[in-house]
């Protein structure tokens, strides 16, 4: 009797442990999905040696290890094994090619990833996936068609040029700041770029920069005949008139700081920041192939300039110095609300309210250039509207930081701000642009 229950005992436990190893071992039978990406798309066809490669593996019981090789011919190499601690569910794993050191021409990639089940005598389920690619380890090269005669400190400049082969990123870096070249109709890059204001001569290296589709990259120093200029310094006189006829829209600017001489200081430097900051993305942002423009940009009819773009501003209150600032625009004055012409032809990206620049228009003109209207009174254009060279957008003001009426009008070229004064000045605009551009249109 107690033989038969214990040896029942003996038969239940036997296949409980069964069940167990049966679940363990066959609840999952898959190895992991596997995906490949290159800069967050599909694989192409060609793939340069620098060119990163992601691997994205999942599995309901974990990954455990993905393992890359190449074969070309009858030779594989094993590149790399990476294990994962803890088997996450999903795993991203990203490596290049450059260890390989493969020739040009096709190749075999491999990747294996494990799972973590126990299936497979604990060494889990596998997937392997085997894809086709070209190695392309050639660099794009690149001819510059056309230089800028100079480029003077704070100015622009334009260079076309043609590559050997399709691009994904092409453009200018000076130092970090990308200025992005835009392919014409005619297969040519066109590309605007700044001298900024705020380095000197000796510090200005333009690079110019070609990514192919393999991810080869091209970057070489571009020669350029760089002109120096030292900006002015100027004096501009805050009063405690100014301040308390400013009290509201400093309140408004900045809710958080008590008086109106904390406010302002306040508004014109961490704001300032935040407000330019701004009308750069704009302009990043805003960014078109097609020149838009024609010519030379119009200025505010019967006006005066009343500041200059580069003025080193040192801002005193009753003859004590109290911040400085460089002005980046033009500030033209007319009569008090004085209807503002769009300087070229373009399309509105914004009207709005900017902090210290007040009511602000930004036009796109094509090509990463755009200019800005500041301090309006009003608006006679909104966001998305197409605008003709002279086309009233606004009336001059004072909203913002001005002390009185008037439009600061600026250009920026990839949102950097530069010298207003050249693209004002047709024979500059036709020598430095027009003449370069015409082939390209
Ligand atoms: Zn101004």
């Keep these: 009797m107690l033989k038969t229950k214990l ?7 036997t296949l409980a442990v069964l069940v167990l190893f049966g679940y363990l071992f066959l609840r999952d039978l898959q190895g992991p999905s596997l995906s490949f990406s290159a800069d967050g798309k599909e694989l192409g066809q060609k793939i340069g040696p620098r060119k990163e490669i992601t691997v994205i593996a999942a599995d309901t019981s974990g990954v455990r290890s993905v393992e890359v090789s190449v074969r070309r011919g009858d030779k594989t190499l094993e590149l790399y094994e990476k294990q994962f601690e ?5 795993v991203e794993y990203a490596f290049t090619l450059e260890d390989a050191k493969l020739p040009e021409g096709g190749f075999t990639l491999i990747v294996t990833a494990h799972d973590a089940s126990l299936a497979g005598f604990n060494k889990g389920n596998s997937t392997t996936r085997e894809i086709q690619l070209a190695m392309d380890n050639k660099q794009p090269r690149i001819v510059v068609e056309t230089y800028p005669p100079a480029v003077h ?14 691009l ?3 453009g200018v870096y000076v130092d970090s700041v990308f200025f992005p070249a835009f392919e014409q109709k005619d297969n040519t890059y066109a590309c605007l770029f700044a001298f900024p204001e705020s380095i000197s001569a000796a510090e200005y290296f333009p690079q110019i920069y070609a990514q192919d589709t393999a991810g080869n990259i091209t970057e070489s120093r571009l020669i350029v005949n760089a002109v120096n200029k030292n900006y002015p310094g100027d004096k501009v ?6 301040l308390s006829k400013k009290a509201e829209e400093l309140k408004k600017i900045v809710p958080y ?14 704001i300032r920041k935040q407000n330019d900051l701004l009308i750069r993305d704009i302009c990043i942002k805003s960014a078109t192939a097609k020149p838009k423009w024609e010519g030379d940009f119009k200025i505010l009819p019967r006006s005066a300039v009343k500041a200059q773009f580069g003025d080193r501003r040192t801002y005193y209150l009753n003859d004590k110095e109290i911040d400085k600032q460089v002005h980046l625009g033009y500030d033209f004055a007319s009569v008090a609300r004085a209807e503002v012409p769009a300087g070229n032809d373009g399309t509105v990206v914004f009207a709005d309210y900017n902090g210290i620049y007040g009511n602000l228009v930004i036009l796109e003109h094509g090509l990463g250039l755009n200019s800005i209207y500041s301090h309006l009174t009003d608006f006679r ?7 003709k060279k002279g086309q009233i957008i606004g009336t001059t ?16 070229v990839g949102g950097v701000a530069v010298q207003p004064k050249e693209w004002i000045d047709p024979k500059w605009v036709r020598n430095n642009i027009s003449v370069r551009l015409s082939k390209a249109r």
């Design 7 to 13: 040896s029942t005992l003996v038969t239940l436990v």
């Design 86 to 90: 803890g088997s996450p569910r999903s």
């Design 153 to 166: 400190r704070g100015g622009s400049a334009l260079i076309v040029y043609t590559a050997s082969e399709a």
């Design 168 to 170: 994904t990123k092409t």
């Design 237 to 242: 006189k805050i009063t405690d008139t100014f």
């Design 257 to 270: 700081k008590e008086t109106s001489l904390e406010q302002y200081l306040e508004a014109n430097g961490v």
């Design 381 to 387: 254009v909104k966001a998305g509207d197409t605008v």
């Design 397 to 412: 003001g004072t909203t913002g930081l001005a002390v009185g009426d008037h439009v600061h009008f600026g250009v920026y």
